[in-house]
């Protein structure tokens, strides 16, 4: 099985838990993210960023404390099918263009641009804006 992008919003989706009930919609998002995180934990080959790494980190510290954010970075990296990228100045470069062209973040974009150098075409995600992006597949489909 070819590798697909794991986005930091999978992450942030199956962890955090809102101050609030969720719609029918949102517990449909949070069950699909937690199928695919035990879809990876199982074996299932997924690349990401260190950028999108720490993203999931500061925002999983800051809502659940620090011992939480430290398990879950320590349990991504263990394992061996889980392959985290490293983002350079030139990759923000590069993603400041793809930023401004199809209106998504620059996180979105430096995304995009390792989907587009390891040859993936999947990306697991929850967020809207990458369907901006040309030649990827969205995962999952809600």
Not at 5 to 22: E, G, I, T
Not at 75 to 94: H, K, P, T
């Amino acid at each position: 099985m070819r590798a697909r992008f794991l986005d930091s919003s999978v992450f942030l989706h199956a962890y955090l838990r809102p101050r609030r009930s969720l719609t029918p919609r949102e517990a449909a998002v949070k069950e699909a993210a937690r199928g695919i995180l035990a879809r990876v934990e199982g074996g299932e080959p997924v690349i990401t960023t260190v950028v999108h790494v720490s993203e999931v980190a500061n925002i999983v510290e800051s809502r659940l404390g620090l011992a939480e954010s430290l398990g879950l970075v320590a349990r991504l990296l263990s394992l061996d099918n889980v392959e985290i990228l490293e983002v350079s100045a030139e990759d923000y470069v590069e993603a400041l263009a793809v930023s401004q062209r199809y209106a998504v973040s620059l996180n979105d974009a430096v995304a995009y641009l390792k989907m587009r150098e390891e040859g993936v075409e999947e990306v697991y995600t929850f967020d809207k804006h990458f369907r901006n992006l040309p030649v990827i597949k969205v995962l999952p489909e809600l």
